[in-house]
């Protein structure tokens, strides 16, 4: 995707939404997880399509708590438009190239959207990272 589409699309979504990446240090990342988990279950089992796609990371190692929430036109758009074979380095060994490849083959966006509102997943790593995915 040329530059000039990647900022378009970016000021774009800025414009739309309040906040799309958010970045926090945190000491105790425990009460965030509970209310985003809260959120997330007032959604599940709502009916209509979803309008955002939510994304809690916390990273022990940095103590840093990232959020991401973006529009699901937005999520459309990049579906569309990236060219995912060039932004991604497939052949990298380390955990991260082997999720990407996985997630890639076996993800797609409309799965993604088939799921409903509310909690999609929720994982804990062994060296404490944690992660939550939601729709609303």
């Known amino acids: 995707m040329r530059r000039a589409s990647v900022l378009a699309v970016g000021l774009a979504a800025a414009t739309q939404a309040a906040c799309l990446v958010q970045i926090t240090r945190v000491s105790d990342p425990g009460p965030l997880f509970r209310q985003a988990r809260h959120e997330a279950q007032r959604y599940a089992g709502r009916p209509g399509p ?26 459309r758009a ?16 380390d955990d991260g190239g082997r999720i990407a490849r996985r997630v890639h083959r076996h993800v797609r966006l409309e799965d993604i959207e088939k799921a409903g509102l509310g909690l999609l997943a929720e994982v804990e790593g062994d060296d404490g990272e944690l992660v939550l995915v939601w729709l609303r």
Not at 52 to 74: A, G, K, T, Y
């Open 50 to 75: 979803a309008h955002e796609l939510n994304v809690l990371v916390f990273d022990p190692h940095d103590r840093q708590l990232v959020r991401v929430s973006l529009p699901m036109w937005l999520v």
């Open 78 to 93: 990049a579906e569309r438009r990236v060219d995912w074979d060039k932004e991604v380095d497939w052949d990298d060994d």
